[in-house]
């Protein structure tokens, strides 16, 4: 009897389940297809693929070329595999869009991975025929495409290389680099670089814009100097910045005072921008990025009395200096020293207080701003101390940021090849600013190649560990570089050669 009537009781269970599920699929399908894809706008990706795939009834909403619109756009993240940078979704038919869907949500998948795997073989560049090689910083990885800007200290020489291809497209003397800016645009990368040639008086440090330009996919590159010119001495000791049209540096003179001396290389003028911000003293490290085409002033300040860091953020709307219209430059520049406004502020708790530390990356993007630092505890080999900070409408001047982002302590420290301090830090972040890659030091085992994910809401840091072919040494890596449109990770090596390793 107790046997029959615990069947019963699982029969009717069961049966309230089924009678509940039947009026869930009947009041879907009673739902008219407009609200279905309303509520389909509003999920994830992947819930959206699994749910148009829930049953025969729901899979015309498959059909409807808004929802993956909408959805693809709202991910953020549509990597140049699925669909080619500046493509416009609107011209795609349905199964293309389908395609870029289910496509976008293989290459989100590996990278959400504890361990992501290779997705294809490696390829392999050489990038230097000398007898064992010479080692060739990163600059950048241009974003969507498989180009790879490299830098070879000894010949003072900027090369790109196609990871694709066997040997360097194209390469032109600069000199020996002391600083750089980068500005992506469609279809050409801007790399502004104060360098140092020796003559007969000694070294000249000029001030030079080169200009990258390629065609979708980057198979036709040239490579040239678009300006050039032998700025003073007192311009030489601050950060830099490149735009489209504009190249800028940050000048300090006597009594405290700062401004930005900016050029308009395609119109020929300069002007300088005053600063006056309380919040830009000599105290802060100061740094200069454009993002979106804005210009943004960037100050850091670490208190060891409240055992806090503080990062200011201010909008410059250096955009009026592009204008085609024929003004007087000198009140425009005053103008926009009156309108320089700051924008946002984050703050995070130093537990490093005390120990000896290292700034290894500090970074702003669409998507927020990081910093990334070494840090030495006593009787400890060293860590590796990572903040993010979330921070919306950054294009606009109403920015909402975080003051208070994420945080992370990560066992091992970012380091250099060889521990070479002339050698860049084995760190770069790709143009979203979502992700890092680092090759990770230990005192007693070998170094790991380890990728960053950074999540706004709430704000968090991830970390992975990234699979290496075995044949792949991570000690005579030279530099790193990532581009997550592609989902391709970059190893220069010491002995002159390129591998793209693909986690997409």
Not at 92 to 117: D, I
Not at 132 to 153: F, M, Q, R
Not at 435 to 446: E, F, G, P, R, T
Request: glycine share 6%; proline share 4%.
């Amino acid at each position: 009897m107790i046997e029959n009537k615990q069947g019963l009781q699982r029969r009717a269970a069961h049966y309230r389940a089924f009678r509940t599920t039947s009026l869930s699929m009947v009041m879907l399908h009673d739902t008219p297809p407009d609200i279905l894809i309303r509520i389909c706008s509003h999920l994830e990706l992947p819930h959206v693929l699994s749910f148009v795939s829930t049953c025969s009834s729901l899979r015309h909403l498959a059909d409807s070329k808004s929802l993956w619109i909408n959805v693809l756009e709202r991910t953020g993240r549509i990597r140049n595999l699925a669909c080619p940078i500046g493509t416009d979704l609107s011209e795609m038919t349905v199964s293309e869009l389908r395609r870029v869907a289910r496509h976008t949500n293989k290459l989100e998948h590996n990278w959400g991975l504890e361990k992501p795997c290779m997705a294809r073989s490696v390829r392999t560049a050489q990038y230097s025929h000398v007898e064992n090689g010479e080692p060739a910083a990163i600059l950048a990885a241009i974003p969507a495409t498989s180009l790879v800007v490299l830098y070879l200290k000894e010949h003072k020489q900027i090369l790109v290389c196609d990871s694709e291809g066997q040997m360097p497209l194209q390469r032109i003397h600069v000199g020996k680099i002391r600083r750089r800016a980068h500005f992506d645009d469609s279809g050409r990368h801007l790399i502004a670089v104060l360098a140092a040639d020796l003559d007969v008086w000694g070294d000249t440090i000029s001030l030079k814009v080169i200009s990258i330009d390629y065609c979708e996919g980057g198979k036709t590159i040239s490579i040239r100097e678009v300006f050039h010119s032998t700025p003073p001495s007192q311009y030489l000791h601050g950060p830099l910045f490149v735009a489209p049209d504009l190249v800028g540096l940050l000048c300090d003179v006597d009594e405290g005072r700062s401004f930005i001396h900016i050029i308009n290389f395609t119109r020929k003028f300069s002007v300088d921008i005053p600063i006056t911000s309380s919040y830009l003293t000599d105290d802060r490290s100061i740094s200069l990025s454009v993002v979106d085409r804005r210009l943004f002033i960037i100050s850091a300040w670490n208190n060891d009395d409240t055992g806090y860091e503080t990062y200011d953020i201010h909008f410059c709307p250096v955009e009026k200096l592009s204008s085609e219209e024929n003004l007087s430059w000198t009140e425009i520049a005053t103008e926009i020293g009156a309108n320089i406004v700051h924008a946002a502020q984050m703050v995070v708790s130093n537990h490093t207080r005390g120990f000896d530390r290292e700034t290894v990356e500090l970074k702003l993007s669409r998507v927020g701003y990081h910093a990334l630092h070494v840090v030495y505890p006593e009787l400890h080999a060293g860590l590796t101390y990572a903040s993010f900070w979330p921070i919306e409408q950054l294009g606009t001047r109403n920015i909402q940021s975080t003051k208070y982002g994420g945080t992370i302590n990560i066992e091992g420290k970012i380091g250099s090849h060889h521990y070479d301090y002339s050698a860049p830090w084995l760190v770069a972040s790709s143009h979203s600013g979502i992700y890092s890659v680092l090759i990770l030091q230990h005192a007693d085992q070998d170094p790991q190649l380890c990728l960053l994910q950074r999540d706004s809401s709430p704000p968090a840091i991830h970390v992975r560990t990234l699979d290496v072919p075995r044949y792949i040494d991570l000690k005579e890596v030279y530099a790193v570089a990532i581009e997550d449109r592609y989902g391709v990770v970059y190893l220069s090596h010491a002995h002159g050669y390129l591998f793209a390793l693909p986690y997409a």
